[in-house]
């Protein structure tokens, strides 16, 4: 196998369950698993969600906030538990891993743009794993607008993608992939496994988020796809609960849905 640049997008409803806890099986076994690919000689970025629902379940409270000062404190603790949980987890593998929380001034502005590509070109180069997010602590863009630009970072995770220079970005969800029609409503929804233009029938079958805790959907992620496959890098859309699905993924089995670069 190619030794490759990995781009790894985790939604919210992967990494926590209904209550908003954090689903410590599924995270351990994926730092085990990006451990496992990044000591084979991959390089590997991992995009990671959930800093606002962690933090809600940590302050005990009630519900989501709808003041946004209020969601912004929770994106604050819950980034900390996070990064907490990343830093141990991956350490058990004998990995470290390095925070970048982003907004999108900083992809913007082309200053701030080459100091993070250095930035993550120096931890990569020093087998450093990246853990990104989106900083909604100083940045309400992300919580507040009603047209996000990141989308739940599945944007985010393909800019990051091309920012890095990746080979592949693959998005874990609460869904297997892309469907010919909606698997809630349909219960003979076939899988799409190769989707090598992204039109207006694909397009088609985007339906909204699937999660209560999640921001993102199939929307956001043919957006992530199409700005990823016009940069050149393929990319994968995949269950979550299972991150040995990645290790498939590389070794080309059909998994979830291919969306394939352009040439």
Not at 31 to 41: E, F, I, K, M, R
Not at 199 to 214: Q, V, Y
Request: aromatic share 4%; proline share 2%.
């Amino acid at each position: 196998m190619d030794k490759q640049r990995i781009v790894v997008k985790v939604g919210t409803s992967t990494l926590t369950g209904e209550s908003g806890a954090l689903n410590f099986r599924t995270i351990d076994k994926l730092a085990q698993v990006l451990s496992s690919l990044h000591n084979d000689g991959h390089k590997v970025i991992l995009v990671s969600s959930g800093a606002i629902a962690v933090g809600i379940n940590k302050m005990r409270l009630p519900m989501k906030p709808k003041d946004v000062c209020m969601k912004q404190a929770a994106a604050a603790v819950g980034q900390c538990e996070l990064i907490h949980i990343y830093d141990k987890c991956f350490g058990e593998y004998g990995n470290i891993v390095g925070q970048i929380l982003l907004t999108a001034e900083d992809i913007g502005v082309k200053a701030k743009r080459r100091n993070l590509k250095n930035t993550f070109e120096a931890l990569l180069e020093n087998n450093m794993i990246p853990v990104v997010n989106e900083n909604d602590s100083v940045s309400h863009a992300e919580i507040e607008s009603e047209k996000k630009i990141f989308g739940d970072n599945d944007m985010l995770s393909a800019i990051v993608a091309h920012l890095c220079e990746a080979d592949r970005l693959i998005i874990l969800s609460d869904i297997e992939g892309l469907y010919d029609s909606n698997p809630h409503e349909n219960p003979e929804a076939r899988l799409i496994y190769k989707v090598e233009e992204i039109n207006d029938e694909i397009r088609g079958l985007a339906t909204g988020s699937g999660s209560n805790r999640g921001t993102g959907g199939m929307v956001t992620k043919l957006e992530a796809a199409e700005y990823a496959t016009i940069h050149g890098m393929d990319m994968h859309i995949a269950h979550g609960n299972d991150p040995e699905n990645l290790y498939r993924i590389m070794e080309g089995e059909e998994v979830g849905t291919w969306f394939v670069r352009r040439r």
